[in-house]
């Protein structure tokens, strides 16, 4: 959707991204059908796709690829006039903020549910089940490398490299993250994927 909506705002997208998009439509159709093991799994997909229906949780995914893509073609816009640091230090604080307010409420359906009040005896035990892991020195060091790896250093990467590329580019490269997981899995992992994968 991303170079769709940089057409839209009137940026001129090189056909080499057109057909990268239609590369990674044809991958996401083949992977979103369910192909039977019979000799002709092309047909079967075409079968699989034109009977399907469209459901919420479809719907869901479509917006959240709109946003994904509303995402990247903002930070390849904001890249060129802000610092990666900048970006970041405003990214962490709104999620953080966003975060906040839906733990409270969280929190607050946890403790109504509990029948315990905020502040009486035995509300902090009320919430414990929220996070069933946090005792846990694996947890919490999990929890670190997520946010210093693949939340704050990738992110740092990705607007520093979005500065230098455009939103439908950068859109092309980061559908690249399915190949790289793959790979990781199989060399890390010993995965093999399917077929259809």
Known sequence: MTPLLSALAGESIKSSVWGGCAIAL???FLISTS???????MTDAV???????????????LLGALSWSMYIFRTSKFAKSYSELTLQFTKTWLLALMY???FLITASS???S????FL???WVQSLLPLWSGWNSPVVWLLLAYSAV???AVADLLQQRGQRETSASESNIILCMEPVFAAVCAFAILGEVLSMKE
């Open 120 to 122: 009486s005896p035995g």
């Open 149 to 151: 790896g693949p939340g």
């Open 100 to 102: 906040l307010v839906w």
């Open 26 to 28: 044809f991958g996401l």
């Open 47 to 61: 079968a699989a796709a034109t009977t399907s229906t469209f459901n919420q949780g479809d719907a869901m995914i």
């Open 114 to 117: 509990a029948g315990t009040p």
């Open 110 to 112: 946890a403790l109504a």
């Open 35 to 41: 192909v039977s093991s019979s000799s002709d799994a």
